[in-house]
């Protein structure tokens, strides 16, 4: 059974600094994808990644993947305020459309 | 616009009444889900449907129930059954395997109350 997992589950930082955001997962997967949801609301496709190595950026999140060691991270750099958010990732189950997500890391960007 | 229309956005029921959420998309996707997320947890996967006809139990699918009856609809019913259905219940969207680049396309959601 695939499990993914995530951690810090919560994170609380400064603005300026760097931080990054880890998810593991248990079984062979063929694509990772990170979200972020906003309070009260749904969830934002942020990156995919579907290859090992796979490295993505968008402004100040970049994430990557190591399908060898079944990790991927989202790496924060300089924080801001509007990066206060839940973040997900979600794993495909090789073979199948099913998609796992981990357990979400609440980030507070602190002023 | 294409996207994932969920209706209604606030649900209230009594308990040990059954109730159906709307799942509606226009993406031409062929795969659909639903999720279930409680408080400062995470996303659980309630059932999902990879094509018209057919759909699948994911890891909490008891006390729920799904049709696919068409490619764009995939409503799921609340059962009395179900012990604890106090959620926030997200459905998405995604094509096929040979688009993994694509990920999933989530509605914006149904706030359950039942009491």
């Known amino acids: 059974e695939l499990k993914v997992e995530q951690n810090p589950l919560f994170l609380s930082m400064q603005e300026g600094k760097n931080y990054t955001i880890y998810c593991n997962y248990s079984t062979t997967s063929d694509r990772l994808y990170w979200y972020r949801q906003d309070p009260g609301k749904s969830l934002e496709s942020l990156f995919v990644?579907?290859?090992?190595?796979a490295v993505k950026q968008e402004g100040r999140l970049m994430a990557s993947l190591d399908t060898k060691a079944r990790l991927s991270t989202l790496h924060i750099t300089a924080a801001v305020h509007d990066l206060s958010a839940t973040y997900f990732c979600a794993v495909g189950t090789s073979g199948t459309y099913k998609y796992i997500f981990g357990t979400g890391t609440r980030l507070k960007v602190l002023a | 616009d294409g996207g994932i229309t969920q209706s209604p956005k606030y649900l209230f029921r009594k308990e040990g009444q059954n109730v159906t959420l709307s799942c509606e998309q226009n993406?031409?996707?062929?795969?659909m889900y639903w999720y279930r997320q409680d408080p400062g947890q995470g996303l659980r996967l309630i059932y999902y449907?990879?094509?018209?006809?057919?759909?699948q139990k994911g890891d909490i699918a008891e006390g729920y129930s799904v049709s696919r009856e068409k490619k764009e609809s995939f409503p799921l019913t609340v059962t009395s059954a179900q012990k604890n259905p106090t959620a926030f219940y997200l459905c998405?969207?995604?094509?096929?395997?040979?688009?993994?680049?694509?990920?999933?396309?989530f509605g914006n959601g149904t706030r359950l109350t039942v009491t």
């Open positions: 998405a969207s995604s094509i096929k395997p040979s688009g993994w680049n694509s990920p999933l396309h």
């Open positions: 990644l579907l290859s090992n190595g």
């Open positions: 993406l031409n996707h062929d795969a």
């Open positions: 449907s990879q094509i018209v006809n057919d759909f």
